[in-house]
C-alpha cells in the first residue's frame, strides 16, 4: 500500500513539473487515432515538443482549467483516471465530428538570457513585443512571464459530419472546412479566434508529418483571422500560433506577471496520397 502511495505521489509530483515546459515548444493533442468507428474509443496524448517530436504527459487535472470533448451541441468535461495515459480514453455514442479542447491554467518561465526572449518573439513573429516591453521600462532579464495553452484536436467518428465550433477559449482555432468529409478537398480554412473575435495578421505555423517526414509552413491570417492550409499530399497537421498580452486578473487571476503568452493551436489528420 505504501508503495502504491508513493507512486501516486511521485505522478502527481510529475505533473506538477509540467508547467516549466520550455516556452518555444509546440503543445498539442495527438489522437492514437483520427478516425474511430462509433462506439470505439478517442484517445489521445498531450504532447509538448518540437517539430511534432516530443514528450509524452499523463492526464493531470491540476494542470488545465478546462479538458473537454463537443460533439454537435454536447460539451462534456474528461474525467479520466488522475495520471492516466494515454490522457484521453473516452468512449463515443454517435458519429460526427468530434472536438477535443484543452485550456490549460497558467505557468510562469523565466529566460535565460535576453537574447533568448528576443529569440522566442522572433521565433514566434511576434517582435513587436520586444519594442513594447522597452517602452513599458520592463528590465531585460528579470520579468515574470505567464503562459497558457489552448489545444484543439478534430477526430472523425463514424461519418465525421459536424462543424468545428468555437469553444469559447481566449484564443483558439475554429477549422472551417470540416478535413473529413469535404470533397474534393484542396485546402482547409481556419480561422483564429481572441476573445470571440477574427484575429487578423497573426504568424501562423503549420507542422505537416508526411510519408515519414515533418515539413514546416508558415502563414499569416487575413483581416478575418483566416488562414487556408494547402491539403498537398496529406498527412498529419498541426496549426499553432502564438499571441502576448498584458495579464488581467480575468486570465491569470491574482498572479503578478509582466505578460502573458497564448498559444493556440489544433490538430487534424487527412489521408495521404
Request: aromatic share 12%; charged share 20%; hydrophobic share 40%.
Amino acid at each position: 500500500m505504501l508503495c502504491r502511495y508513493l507512486q501516486k505521489i511521485l505522478l502527481f509530483v510529475l505533473g506538477l513539473s509540467i508547467s516549466p515546459w520550455v516556452i518555444a515548444h509546440e503543445f498539442w493533442l495527438a489522437p492514437l487515432r483520427f478516425e474511430v468507428a462509433s462506439g470505439e474509443n478517442i484517445q489521445a496524448h498531450i504532447k509538448v515538443g518540437q517539430k511534432l517530436q516530443g514528450e509524452t504527459y499523463a492526464f493531470f487535472p491540476n494542470n488545465f482549467e478546462r479538458f473537454d470533448l463537443t460533439v454537435a451541441n454536447s460539451t462534456q468535461p474528461l474525467r479520466m483516471r488522475f495520471a492516466q495515459s494515454p490522457a484521453v480514453d473516452e468512449p463515443t455514442t454517435q458519429a460526427g465530428l468530434h472536438i477535443l479542447s484543452y485550456q490549460s491554467k497558467p505557468a510562469k518561465l523565466k529566460y535565460e538570457s535576453p537574447e533568448k526572449f528576443e529569440s522566442f518573439l522572433k521565433n514566434e513573429g511576434i517582435e513587436w513585443v520586444l519594442e513594447a516591453h522597452q517602452k513599458r521600462g520592463l528590465p531585460a532579464l528579470d520579468f515574470v512571464e505567464l503562459y497558457k495553452r489552448y489545444a484543439k484536436s478534430l477526430i472523425k467518428v463514424g461519418d465525421g459530419a459536424g462543424q468545428d465550433q468555437a469553444m469559447g477559449l481566449a484564443f483558439e482555432w475554429v477549422v472551417k472546412t470540416n478535413p473529413y468529409t469535404t470533397k474534393p478537398l484542396n485546402a482547409v480554412q481556419a480561422q483564429l479566434l481572441y476573445l470571440d473575435k477574427p484575429f487578423a495578421n497573426a504568424y501562423v505555423v503549420v507542422f505537416k508529418q508526411a510519408q515519414g517526414k515533418v515539413e514546416k509552413q508558415t502563414y499569416r491570417t487575413d483581416a478575418q483571422g483566416l488562414v487556408s492550409i494547402p491539403v498537398g499530399q496529406g498527412g498529419m497537421f498541426l496549426v499553432n500560433a502564438v499571441h502576448m498580452i498584458e495579464p488581467t486578473p480575468k486570465h491569470v487571476g491574482d498572479l503578478p506577471a509582466d505578460w502573458l503568452s497564448l498559444w493556440a493551436s489544433t490538430t487534424y489528420q487527412l489521408p495521404e496520397r
